[in-house]
């Protein structure tokens, strides 16, 4: 049995003479003095950026001694779950690992970073503050969970998309079922420490091949690129059922999910932490129940004893399944590092995203996975979801209806470059434009515009707070594998708001509007308003850079780009805002051109039709009098400065007679 089967592998390292030690780091229960957790390896925590003082970046890498206070907790009876912690340089420095076991395997879950921005940070902007780092979820099978994990070779762990890895070397592990403070005789290996042969082949033949090279370089060390072939296991998923007083399901559900909380610090910065809702956790809630003639069931998961309950409330609309609201309740505990509200409770969410499911007597399914901006704090991701909240009959679920992402025509992997897409879900089909240069890529220029979309967002008592004609374009750069950089074009395509992809908000100073498109992608725009005016402030792209726009993209998979104190698209409260020439917003990585834009905020009506514009041209059209008024006062000046000297000439004729 092979373990560990998604991790890229990007280098073989070669042995160096200032090599650290491997650090024996165990747990012991603090119940029977056993040890519960037995760990050794050789870590180091690479590419840890900060801003310094003149507003440039930096980074430094940050090695795991060999000595360090362990803590964390065990997996004891009636538990799946446990942590490391390992804590060093007098605090200053905390790694923490998260595993679960389920169905007899032990899973790597994630990893988390918290580090204070002391001496070492050579001159940091936010010198002896403290930052957290919240890994990835990772969820990969690493062993049996009566068998210890060994890994001879070099792998990464990634704690920020493209950016912050841990680089683990001479791994052995047992996070589980610990006998007599040894490890397991039975060994579950990493598939790099074992030769490929041409049997292995033949049996992976049908799995998904990863393959990437890439050479690192850090001080004082040499690395080696290797190729590996390594499969993608699907993530795990926990099954979350209510049942009715008879005993029998009455809601239905599976997924993989997890939560990103943004909460504010001691020092007014906000820090985001990243919760996975557990496999084991505590389901309650309502069966489904008329009230106040309309149909209506809660799924309620509570778990880490009962400091965070997950809540989602579904009502029956006209023979469609309808997600009403998400709300979390949590506690303010160690997870949230610095937090201003340590120790009490706190409330986030959503009673009015109405997202349409499925037909009431069908499940709702959705493998791709779905993000849900619940509020501009907190975010649900879910993957491998399925959900059905009426008309369960017989403990199983009805037939499905798929989302629009899983329903997502791709576009093929061409050999060519490919610079341009403009995809269009209506016909099913993807446009490709291909163009190819010696040099930096640059997108073709193209008489075509992007798909002009309609968007409106619902608020209380009827009322369409947000309506949005656009059509966009982004232009995004990145590095290639050569480090070339590179830009990628692609439009905002045809999205269909009635099948669950367009969402957003109504709250009394921000409106927003998210959109999902092209399976993993997805928009936000936020609204803001002030002094009787409304403009779009931030936007967030998150984009996937292994869709075939990209052409051999260095580091492959999730991103998000964003802009701040954007003050575009200004408009009067009251009134729309029009613009029928291109606008750039400018974001972090990346340009998004709106081609065509008329929006409304904050609207206190309840249709999606458009009151007057504020126009871009009208605007514009504004120096037109500031010019015509200077040249006016200029030719008075000179009027009044030639009658000025008419007149003395005249006076000195007259003397003269």
């Not at 979309?453 to 750069?477: Q, Y």
């Not at 959109?515 to 792209?541: C, H, M, P, Y």
């Not at 126009?615 to 037109?624: G, L």
Request: aromatic residues 8%.
């Amino acid at each position: 049995m092979k373990f560990l089967a998604s991790i890229v592998i990007l280098g073989s390292i070669v042995a160096f003479s200032c090599a650290q030690s491997v650090g024996h780091y165990n747990l012991t229960s603090e119940f029977d003095g056993k040890v519960c957790i037995l760990s050794q390896f050789n870590a180091t925590i690479l590419n840890v950026t900060y801003e310094k003082t003149d507003n440039s970046t930096a980074n430094i890498n940050v090695m795991v001694p060999a000595e360090v206070n362990v803590t964390g907790g065990c997996g004891v009876a009636g538990t799946n779950e446990s942590m490391l912690i390992l804590s060093f340089k007098d605090g200053h420095r905390v790694l923490s690992f998260d595993f679960f076991e389920t169905n007899g395997t032990v899973f790597f879950k994630s990893s988390n970073f918290s580090y204070t921005l002391d001496e070492e940070f050579v001159d940091a902007k936010m010198a002896g503050q403290t930052v957290m780092v919240a890994g990835q979820v990772w969820n990969q099978p690493i062993s049996n969970a009566t068998s210890s994990f060994e890994c001879n070779s070099t792998f990464y762990y990634e704690l920020i998309s493209g950016e912050t890895h841990i680089r683990f070397e001479m791994t052995r592990l047992q996070a589980f079922n610990v006998m007599n403070d040894s490890y397991s005789e039975q060994v579950d290996r990493c598939p790099q420490d074992e030769p490929t042969t041409p049997m292995a082949t033949t049996e992976m033949a049908n799995t998904t091949m990863a393959m990437t090279t890439e050479a690192m370089t850090t001080e004082a060390m040499t690395t080696e690129a290797t190729t590996m072939m390594t499969t993608t296991p699907k993530p795990v998923v926990g099954h979350y059922d209510l049942k009715d007083m008879n005993g029998t399901f009455c809601i239905m559900s599976q997924f993989n999910a997890t939560l990103r909380v943004n909460y504010t610090k001691h020092d007014n910065e906000t820090a985001l932490v990243t919760i996975m809702v557990p496999l084991m956790a505590e389901v309650s809630g309502m069966c489904p129940m008329n009230m106040s003639s309309q149909m209506m069931s809660q799924l309620k998961l509570s778990f880490k004893n009962g400091t965070r309950t997950l809540t989602a409330d579904f009502e029956e609309v006209n023979g469609t399944a309808v997600l009403t609201g998400i709300s979390f309740l949590f506690v303010y505990d160690e997870e949230f590092v610095n937090a201003s509200m340590m120790g009490q409770n706190e409330t986030i969410g959503n009673s009015m995203l109405n997202l349409a499911l499925s037909k009431a007597t069908d499940a709702y399914r959705c493998d791709s996975g779905d993000m849900v901006m619940i509020t501009s704090r907190l975010d649900l991701m879910t993957v491998d979801f399925i959900v059905q909240a009426f008309n369960v009959m017989n403990d199983t679920y009805g037939p499905e209806n798929r989302c629009a992402g899983d329903m997502t025509t791709q576009a093929p992997q061409t050999t060519e470059t490919t610079h341009m897409m403009n995809h269009t879900t209506e016909m099913t089909t993807t446009t490709t434009t291909m163009t190819t240069t010696t040099t930096t890529m640059m997108p073709t220029t193209t008489t075509d515009t992007p798909t002009d979309n309609h968007f409106k967002i619902n608020g209380t008592d009827g009322v369409v707070c947000l309506v949005a004609d656009m059509g966009v374009r982004f232009s995004i750069n990145y590095l290639n594998t050569d480090d070339k950089n590179m830009t990628a074009l692609i439009d905002l395509p045809s999205v269909n708001q009635t099948a669950g992809g367009v969402t957003g908000m109504c709250e009394n100073d921000t409106n927003s509007l998210t959109i999902d498109f092209l399976k993993t992608w997805q928009l936000r725009l936020f609204f803001g308003k002030d002094s009787g005016s409304f403009a779009l402030e931030n936007v967030t792209l998150v984009y996937d850079t292994s869709d075939p726009i990209f052409e051999k993209p260095k580091n492959m998979g999730m991103h998000n780009t964003t802009g701040t104190n954007l003050g575009l698209l200004k408009g009067t409260i009251g009134n729309s805002f029009l613009c029928k020439k291109n606008v750039d917003a400018m974001l972090d990585t990346a340009t998004m051109t709106f081609t065509y834009v008329q929006v409304q905020a904050f609207s206190t009506e309840k249709t999606d039709t458009f009151a007057d514009a504020d126009d871009c041209d009208t605007e514009t059209s504004e120096i037109v009098p500031i010019v015509v008024g200077c040249a006016l006062g200029a030719l008075v000046l000179i009027v009044l400065i030639a009658y000025l000297i008419g007149r003395k000439r005249a006076k000195r004729g007259y003397q003269s007679v």
